[in-house]
């Protein structure tokens, strides 16, 4: 599967869980919606492979030039018509996309 949608409550471990995962993977890149959230809720030796998705078009301009299998979403903050256009990028390049989200 290359997307894989985690929907859970605020307040239930999504961030430890990809920090988590993150260990284990050397390869994997994580995504955020700011960058308060990597700063504050990443440990130093990850913020590394953290990135800040702010402008669309530049993330997927910087996503196409790493190298990486897997990439965790922590909270997502785009439009659904945005969305659509990253998961398409990636699902091109057979990357695994696994989200943590809260959905509303």
Request: charged residues 25%.
């Given at each position: 599967?290359?997307?894989?949608?985690?929907?859970?409550?605020?307040?239930?471990g999504k961030?430890?869980?990809?920090?988590?995962?993150?260990?284990?993977?050397?390869?994997?890149?994580?995504?955020?919606?700011?960058?308060?959230?990597?700063?504050?809720?990443?440990p130093?030796?990850?913020?590394?492979?953290?990135?800040?998705?702010?402008?669309?078009?530049?993330?997927?301009?910087?996503?196409?030039?790493?190298?990486?299998?897997?990439?965790?979403?922590?909270?997502?903050?785009?439009?659904?018509?945005?969305?659509?256009?990253?998961?398409?990028?990636?699902?091109?390049?057979?990357?695994?996309?696994?989200?943590?989200?809260?959905?509303?």
């Amino acid at each position: 599967m290359m997307l894989e949608l985690h929907n859970q409550n605020r307040g239930t471990g999504k961030t430890t869980k990809i920090i988590e995962l993150m260990e284990q993977d050397e390869s994997a890149l994580c995504l955020v919606p700011n960058s308060m959230i990597k700063r504050y809720n990443f440990p130093k030796n990850l913020q590394k492979r953290i990135l800040v998705g702010v402008n669309l078009e530049h993330l997927i301009d910087e996503l196409r030039s790493m190298r990486f299998t897997k990439l965790f979403v922590d909270e997502l903050s785009y439009s659904k018509f945005n969305l659509a256009e990253l998961f398409y990028e990636l699902g091109r390049s057979r990357i695994q996309v696994i989200v943590f989200g809260t959905g509303q």
